[in-house]
């Protein structure tokens, strides 16, 4: 049947595209009228912002050819870089149950099915339908989607399910005496080879713990703005693309 | 009569609005309350026009839908057709009841087209059912009300025949 989906999508991409036409017309508008001491102010807030970026990027350097050098001495395999190509959301599904995006990037980009979706925050999601011009993107937070994570603190590692509501994750299984705090940074963890680790998936919002349950009640908060991106990064990580 | 058809493109042009409007963003918890545009337009075509709009061209309109949500494919598609046939099979006594009449029928049309939708997507095992997917069954009916004017007034407007 995916093939014939694949097929079936070019139907599709001029419905989006139309759909879509007044948000662009919106942002096109802004962009239009938006006066010269607004893009002066812009202009600097991004200069400024770029200049912190790349004092920031120098420690990285530094950071990172430590890391690798570290790495050499205790044997194991250099990480390797991942690549990004810029995606924009052009729909979004209709049906509220269901967390998903439509993106401006299909097959013809080299986009592939299981490939990983973030945004400038945090993990967005994964595709799981790829047509010729456009993908289908399904959410972290839709309640059919699970992920293997990381607390960042102590490396505790767990699954973050989809709950089906856009702000927030559970994650299950976390015995109750776990050292999990309000608070934590959860990352992805690499496992299951989905996902490239290290990138934020969430921050733990609320820990309640029943004495009278086997397993803690952990929530989380996605720090992806994942009813707000309107530009999203397909991650292409080297070991993955041929697939 | 019937090979001097009028106006066909109207048919056309109001099923591409609805389903259209059908994947058009809506902002937070109003996406809940989408009246079902496809619906409420293919039945209005089933009763004006019974010779020209019948259960394929439901069921293409069907099809499109389920490629624009990214559902099983076959899902509205079966369910409008179904739809469809038992709007041909009673058009003629549709026809004569009052709005307010036909609005409560379409209300139980568009439950039927929201159990096939929940069935086909718990065996598919996408979402829960949360009671709030029951709410278009009300708005879709309210909108009648107001889409049968509305088209009708079109259809004479281009002599849709």
């Keep these: 049947m995916a093939p014939v989906r694949t097929q079936l999508s070019l139907v599709a991409a001029p419905f989006y595209w139309v759909v879509d036409v007044p948000s662009r017309m919106v942002s096109e ?11 002066m102010a812009d202009n600097e807030r991004l200069r400024a912002e770029s200049l912190i970026l790349n004092a920031k990027l120098q420690k990285y350097i530094e950071l990172r050819a430590e890391n690798v050098r570290l790495r050499e001495l205790m044997n194991s395999a250099e990480r390797l870089n991942d690549t990004v190509v810029v995606a924009e959301v052009v729909a ?22 299981g490939q ?13 339908e790829v047509g010729i011009l456009q993908s289908r993107v399904l959410l972290i937070t839709d309640s059919a989607h ?5 607390v960042s603190r102590n490396g505790l590692r767990a699954i973050a399910e989809g709950t089906g509501l856009i702000d927030e994750l559970t994650l ?11 608070g934590d ?18 921050e733990v919002t609320d820990v309640s713990i029943d004495p009278g349950q086997p397993f803690a009640e952990v929530r989380a908060r996605p720090m992806a703005q994942l009813d707000r991106s309107r530009n999203v990064l397909l991650v292409f990580s080297e070991q993955k693309s041929e697939e | 009569m019937e090979s001097h058809a009028h106006g066909l493109w109207f048919v056309v042009v109001s099923l591409v609005a609805a389903l259209l409007l059908s994947i058009s963003p809506l902002s937070g918890d109003w996406a809940w309350a989408r009246p079902d545009f496809v619906l409420l337009t293919l039945v209005y075509w089933l009763l004006a026009l019974p010779e020209r709009v019948g259960v394929f061209v439901s069921w293409l309109c069907g099809i499109t839908l389920d490629i624009l949500q990214g559902v099983v494919l076959g899902q509205n598609a079966f369910a409008l057709a179904v739809i469809a046939y038992m709007i041909q099979v009673s058009y003629q006594r549709l026809r004569m009841f009052s709005l307010r009449k036909q609005a409560a029928f379409i209300s139980l049309l568009e439950l039927f087209h929201i159990l096939v939708d929940q069935w086909a997507q718990n065996i598919n095992g996408v979402a829960q059912t949360h009671w709030l997917v029951f709410i278009p069954i009300v708005t879709t009916g309210i909108l009648w009300l107001f889409l049968r004017p509305t088209i009708a007034w079109f259809q004479r407007m281009f002599a849709v025949y």
């Design chain 1, 29 to 39: 508008f802004n962009d239009t009228l938006s006066s010269r001491r607004e893009l």
């Design chain 1, 92 to 113: 979004v599904a209709s049906d509220p149950n269901r967390h998903q995006l439509v993106v401006d990037k299909g097959s013809r980009d080299g986009a592939f099915v």
């Design chain 1, 116 to 128: 990983p979706v973030i945004d400038a925050t945090g993990l967005l999601g994964q595709i799981i």
């Design chain 1, 146 to 150: 699970a992920l293997p994570v990381r």
């Design chain 1, 172 to 182: 299950t299984h976390v015995a109750a005496t776990t050292d999990i705090q309000v």
């Design chain 1, 185 to 202: 940074l959860l990352v992805s963890s690499g496992l299951g080879g989905r996902f490239p680790g290290g990138y934020p998936v969430g």
